[in-house]
């Protein structure tokens, strides 16, 4: 689906509507690659979303409140809260047939000659804030600043820059090197707009461009006008070519209409805009700002930003959720990456013990040859082995500082196997996290995972929490199913919930099934002290395969036991547990349902 430079326009039209003039109260982050504004603006309050994501760029207004999407703050969030939050909008403007947008907004700010809030005071306030401009000593003394905030939705070139008003770069969403494009996009560059396009303009389109399609040698009209005009979609292309023959494959080398083609082509850029929703099958397929006649189920929209909003809804939601899922697999990944190296420093220190030795062993040769050393002798050489001597030291002082050395080392070598136990035991509960991570696209379940990361040390929490609070997550409770013969089963999709199944719900005579040997989740049975069909406990072991990391096998080990077996490991992390097994199943991996 094309975000399209029709599209752009429809929607530059319904901004200036609306927010022109209105003041900018909130800015936040709703994903690594989107913008939120509230506005306030003829007595109401809008919500502007920006979005420079590679398959959903777009910019409209949407209903509800947004809310924030990541935890950190960024610098481009700091720096649009200092330059752009209480500003007002001036001017909205959208170069013609181009898919760039830019805001024009004037902040009031302090004279030199007065105080007023520094960067370190805007980056001191890192918490989500509702509140309008920053309150300023001086306001009769104050001056108008100007800067644009540039929309560019383009795919993957897409982005959201802030420009100063000498035209340079403050900040932007995605960063471009030199290595990256020729148009470079970094802080302290000129801005400069994406080259134009060496196309036709459509809403001055003739009958004989039309007709000088036929030397293109394209095989499809709809394709052709696409190369030949700037602005035009694929889709609106074809809504032309439909309404002009009711059909939307041609070759441009038939004998076509001319006259009316180019009569379409320059009407679906000058007419009003008519916002339309095409669905099949109950889901959307496509919007427009111009009416689809040629996809069945079209209907119209009450605007173009309510297309917008309910095309990208489910789209946007389930791509926002892989993209915090990513955030918090790299941050496991790091964490992964600290703990390996933990684990390799105290097992290099335990595989020195053999110089322990040596240190022991060298004092007792320098006593027991002390009767051969004279003063300022370098080296002893004792058992054909060679041991080192300081001049400046006495035999019996060289001799004591092995001693002294080895003990030193012998101590902390001593605490050395308990540290290595607790760093594997912490690698193995952040490796059942990674893998429960793995296996959801839930977004209060990802955002649980996370949140049980920072409770075990694994992830330093958000550095924007506000001082003296803690931002308490809401707990996902287990999954619970029905089996056929109407049996409980409880699956736990995180550590904690893993803990929860087996410890405080499971009770003694209850079977508790996990996949054999790999991270997955804790299911069991509720049995109530009643024998359990064979129906229920392979609908168990196949939800048991479907949570675990063998789901896309076809066959899974699951291993079956009494809750009475299993046993926390002691000191371990949450959802890390010993058992022993009564007996192994083979089964299908099998989604969980209703």
């Not at 022109?20 to 690659?33: A, D, H, K, N, Y």
């Not at 002798?377 to 001693?403: H, K, S, Y």
């Not at 096998?553 to 000191?571: A, F, T």
Request: proline share 5%; with cysteine; aromatic share 6%.
């Amino acid at each position: 689906m094309y975000f399209d430079a029709l599209t752009l326009a429809a929607v530059a039209d319904e901004l200036r509507d609306r927010i022109l003039g209105g003041r900018v109260q909130r800015v936040l982050l709703t994903g690594e690659l989107s913008i939120g504004f509230e506005i306030y603006a003829h007595q109401q309050r809008y919500q502007l979303l920006a979005s420079a994501h590679s398959r959903f760029a777009r910019v409209h207004l949407v209903r509800n409140k947004l809310s924030r999407g990541l935890d950190q703050v960024t610098p481009l969030l700091l720096l649009l809260r200092k330059y752009v939050l209480g500003s007002r909008i001036v001017a909205i403007e959208q170069p013609p047939l181009e898919r760039l947008l830019v805001f024009s907004i004037v902040k009031d700010v302090l004279s030199r000659n007065q105080s007023f809030q520094t960067d370190a005071d805007v980056s001191a306030n890192l918490s989500d804030v509702d509140a309008d401009e920053a309150e300023f000593v001086d306001a009769e003394r104050s001056e108008a600043v100007r800067y644009d905030l540039i929309i560019e939705p383009m795919e993957r070139r897409s982005n959201i820059i802030l420009v100063g008003d000498d035209n340079l770069i403050i900040e932007s969403v995605k960063r471009v090197t030199p290595r990256m494009s020729r148009r470079v996009i970094l802080p302290r560059r000129a801005y400069e707009t994406p080259p134009s396009q060496s196309k036709r303009d459509p809403r001055i389109a003739t009958a004989a461009e039309m007709q000088a399609l036929r030397e293109t040698g394209e095989r499809d009209l709809a394709r052709a006008l696409v190369a030949a005009y700037r602005g035009l979609s694929p889709q609106a292309a074809r809504e032309v070519v439909f309404r002009a023959l009711e059909r939307t494959s041609a070759a441009p080398d038939e004998e076509l209409p001319w006259y009316t083609l180019a009569a379409h082509l320059r009407g679906l850029f000058s007419a009003p805009w008519e916002p339309t929703l095409a669905s099949d099958d109950d889901e959307l397929q496509a919007y427009a700002p111009y009416a689809l006649t040629h996809l069945a189920n079209a209907r119209p929209a009450a605007s173009i930003s309510a297309a917008l909003e309910a095309f990208y809804a489910a789209r946007e939601t389930v791509t926002s959720h892989r993209q915090r899922r990513d955030v918090v697999a790299q941050q496991l990944g790091a964490a992964r990456e600290r703990l390996r190296r933990q684990h390799d420093q105290i097992q290099t220190k335990l595989n020195h013990a053999a110089d322990l030795e040596r240190l022991c062993w060298e004092g007792e040769m320098i006593f027991a040859f002390m009767h051969t050393l004279v003063p300022g002798q370098t080296t002893l050489e004792a058992e054909g082995e060679t041991i080192a001597l300081d001049p400046a030291m006495t035999p019996v002082e060289n001799a004591q500082a092995r001693f002294r050395a080895y003990d030193k080392a012998r101590s902390a070598l001593a605490e050395l196997p308990e540290r290595l136990k607790l760093v594997e035991m912490q690698q193995t509960g952040l490796e059942q996290l990674i893998a429960l991570l793995e296996l959801t696209d839930d977004r209060l379940q990802i955002d649980q995972i996370a949140a049980e990361a920072v409770e075990q040390g694994y992830v330093r929490a958000a550095s924007d929490a506000t001082p003296g609070k803690t931002r308490r997550m809401p707990r996902v409770k287990p999954l619970r199913l029905k089996s056929s013969d109407g049996f409980d089963i409880y699956v736990g999709r995180s550590a904690s919930q893993n803990d929860e199944v087996t410890f405080r719900i499971a009770r003694m005579e209850d079977l508790w099934l996990h996949v054999r040997t790999i991270h997955g989740a804790h299911v069991i049975i509720r049995s109530g002290g009643r024998e359990v069909p064979e129906r229920t406990i392979l609908e168990a072991a196949g939800v048991a395969a479907y949570f675990s990391q063998a789901r896309s096998e076809s066959v899974v080990d699951i291993d079956l036991s009494r809750r009475s077996q299993v046993r926390k490991v002691s000191g371990g992390p949450p959802g890390l547990a010993t058992y022993q097994a009564e007996r192994t199943l083979r089964v299908a991996p099998r989604a969980p349902w209703a």
